[in-house]
């Protein structure tokens, strides 16, 4: 009986692993690729401006560039930040095969820090992005994604890889919270 | 000598729940001061503008208010949630003496909810006022701060209260999750 319960806590147990190191990679690849996306896109085109009306009007290029807005730097940041945390935490969590408290309590905390950083960098994409594709009236900013719509298509699908990511990474803390406490 | 670890231990625990119920206190009493000062943040002033430059300069009225710009809206209803969240939080912590394992590991979940929220709101807000402080010569968005400088200085100043509770947000994850490891 308590042979048959240890085996069952043991399988419980690499389940949760399994699923920890999965989830774990799923956010590296996902905050990788929003990281990558948003720090290659750009996009150059032309806008038409009739500068006095007796002239015709003149054609001016234009481009959008990532580096253009603090809010896009901080993401591609951010991302790159939790990539990078994410593959170091993979290789410590292999290393020690998730049997060092001591390791699992410090990647449990930077795990956390990690969920406060991705969430702060889509806020701020996500609240830029919205101004650039509504604009606002009030302070006279007016909306861009009329002129630059391949940019800001890809800025929202770099929002949704960093926002699933992040959503693996609060997974990630509720299931160690829930297997330290089912523990005890 | 069992008896002593038992003391300790005891101790500990009721230090424990001491900062926790002092640490919710001051993340709902933070979060509260940040809603109410964004939420009542409005400012009326003129700004002189020169249409004809034959004409003498032109004097109009211009109001600041928070319901103008999305991500204060968001800034403003996620630190209502998270007080009210806190308020609730600290009724059940006070009501189960924290000895509840599952209303315990509902509370930890719902405190990982909150992190993200504030964080994503302290984003979205650091943001738009980044660009209301310094403008973006590439989208063309002027800065409004010269303008509207109280206003930008409630914001800030709600900024700030919202971050410090949410790191008391974070300081509470890390202590139960410090908690439960200690424990096995």
């Given at each position: 009986?308590?042979?048959?319960y240890k ?26 690729s ?42 591609v940041i ?10 170091v935490?993979l ?30 960098a ?11 594709y ?19 298509h890809r ?19 509720v ?10």
């Amino acid at each position: 009986m308590e042979m048959q319960y240890k085996e069952r806590s043991y399988g419980g147990e690499g389940r949760r692993r399994r699923t920890d190191l999965v989830l774990r990679f799923l956010a590296m690849a996902l905050t990788l690729s929003a990281a990558v996306i948003l720090g290659l896109n750009q996009q150059s085109t032309t806008v038409t401006l009739t500068i006095v009306p007796s002239l015709p009007p003149v054609n001016l290029p234009v481009t959008a560039k990532w580096l253009h807005m603090s809010a896009m730097v901080y993401f591609v940041i951010a991302n790159a930040i939790v990539c990078s945390y994410t593959a170091v935490s993979l290789i410590l969590m292999l290393a020690t095969k998730g049997g060092n408290k001591n390791v699992s309590l410090m990647i449990t905390i930077l795990d956390l820090v990690m969920v406060a950083l991705l969430f702060s960098a889509i806020g701020a994409t996500g609240a830029v992005g919205l101004i650039g594709y509504k604009g606002n009236s009030h302070v006279h900013w007016e909306k861009v994604c009329n002129v630059f719509d391949k940019f800001c298509h890809r800025v929202a699908a770099a929002m949704v890889l960093s926002f699933i990511g992040s959503m693996a990474y609060l997974l990630l803390i509720v299931l160690a919270t829930f297997n330290t406490y089912t523990k005890f």
